[in-house]
């Protein structure tokens, strides 16, 4: 009886210690997490570089697992457009990219879910307008008061060069198009560059997206392209705010209550007006 007893002790230290010991070595293990980024605004220089800022955070961060970019977007600049496609493309080479379009992916905001895996969208969104715009520069002409070392100093270049730059650039965001959709394409070359935007469900049939869907079945896509099952989705534009403090986005140096001493944050040399708090001049 004795000897049972010592057997089912051994049992037990041999199961249960082990198990034990896993759950407190999962409990130091981050969950996996899907990032989020939604792109509402215009891709500009601000926006852009706020954008490649919430990629390379998840890249560098080994619990976000994936990212789902949240569009409703018009588009924006050439190369704010490309900056973002590229540094998406980078990411994508590591972890998966889901693009979901919530109410408009239009030119550049649809150039740029060209470096996505999946691209869903809501039944009601409008896609497409594959193509550039721009405002031609003037006509060269002499002023009499200004002196410049070329005819095109003033403009940069004649029109017929700009107008074929224009096209250049047209037949780069076509080959992304063709190169990130494939096979899936069932709409020619000359249709796509008509510049027209459709809906989703036209979208769809022409193979300019992959499925219509919510934002919550984008993510479960995102976590089964990742292979994860149990995940935490995080706003990455929150992450990276609650990461900085706020002494680093202020020019001015921060009191210990968070306020403003109206003095330069960093040492050096300035034409700066410092009003004194209490209403004098210093």
């Known amino acids: 009886m004795q000897e049972n ?10 199961v249960i210690l082990p198990l034990l010991a896993g759950m407190l070595a999962a409990s130091f293990i981050p969950q996996p997490k ?14 852009g570089a706020q ?43 590591r972890k998966p990219v889901v693009a979901m379009v919530q109410g408009l992916s239009a030119s550049g905001s649809y150039y740029i879910s060209m470096a996505a895996d999946l691209i869903m969208s809501n039944p009601s969104a409008m ?37 074929r730059q224009i096209d250049m650039m047209k037949e780069n965001f076509l080959q992304a198009v063709t190169l990130s959709r494939g096979e899936k394409l069932n709409i020619s070359d000359e249709v796509i560059l008509r510049g027209e935007v459709y809906p989703a469900s036209e979208a769809l049939q022409y193979g300019l997206i992959d499925a219509l869907g919510s934002q919550s079945e984008a993510i479960q896509a995102a976590a089964r392209l990742a292979k994860i099952a149990h995940y935490d ?44 708090m209490k209403g004098g001049l210093r």
């Open 127 to 163: 896609i497409g307008n594959v193509g550039v715009i721009a405002q031609l520069p003037s006509v060269p002409i002499i002023y009499e008061e200004t002196y410049s070392t070329g005819p095109y100093k003033f403009w940069g270049s004649s029109r017929e060069t700009y107008v």
């Open 34 to 47: 899907i990032g989020l980024i939604e792109i509402t605004e215009v891709l500009d220089s601000a926006n």
């Open 5 to 14: 007893k010592t057997g089912m002790g051994t049992w037990l230290v041999w």
């Open 233 to 276: 989705t995080l706003d990455l534009l929150e992450a990276i705010e609650a990461e900085q403090s706020p002494e680093a986005n202020s020019f001015f140096a921060l009191d210990k209550h968070g306020q403003s001493t109206g003095y330069p944050r960093e040492s050096g040399i300035y034409y700066l007006y410092i009003p004194d």
């Open 51 to 93: 954008i490649i800022q919430q990629i390379q955070y998840a890249y560098e961060q080994p619990d976000i697992r994936a990212i789902v970019l949240i569009l409703d977007c018009p588009g924006g600049t050439i190369n704010d457009t490309e900056l973002v496609f590229l540094e998406l493309n980078h990411f994508r080479a």
